[in-house]
Nanobody, 123 residues
Framework: VQLQASGGGVVQAGGSLRLSCAAS???????SGWFRQAPGKEREFVAA????????YYGDSVKGRFTISRDNAKNTMYLQMNSLKPEDTAVYYC??????????????????WGQGTQVTVSS
């Protein structure tokens, strides 16, 4: 599976961005997700969505502000980010893999990763 992330950019605090992740190819996947990594910090879970059924999961720091969704017909995943804060600044990575529900927040559950897209939120 190849993943192509896009939609990053520079936005002022309080603004919005929508990230996209287009998938091609085939592989063993049940869940797609977004992770992010800020400079000097470890990569952290942002959100995930089950490919079948559409159940969603969110990290505590983005709950209520970010919305993850999928268009299975287009093999594309989205992350709508609202009320952005400077602490949301990071490189955002999309990923997909055979994650079970208990493992959706675990990076090791994802086998395929996109190249990352930079999101910068200015104060």
């Amino acid at each position: 599976v190849q993943l192509q992330a896009s939609g990053g950019g520079v936005v002022q605090a309080g603004g919005s961005l929508r990230l996209s992740c287009a998938a091609s190819g085939s592989g063993r996947t049940t869940t797609s997700g977004w992770f992010r990594q800020a400079p000097g910090k470890e990569r952290e879970f942002v959100a995930a969505v089950k490919i079948s059924g559409g159940s969603t999961y969110y990290g505590d720091s983005v709950k209520g502000r970010f919305t993850i969704s999928r268009d299975n017909a287009k093999n594309t995943m989205y992350l709508q980010m609202n009320s952005l804060k400077p602490e949301d600044t990071a490189v955002y990575y999309c990923a997909t893999g055979p994650a079970i529900t208990s493992g959706v927040r675990d990076q090791s559950s994802y086998y395929y990763w996109g190249q990352g897209t930079q999101v910068t939120v200015s104060s």
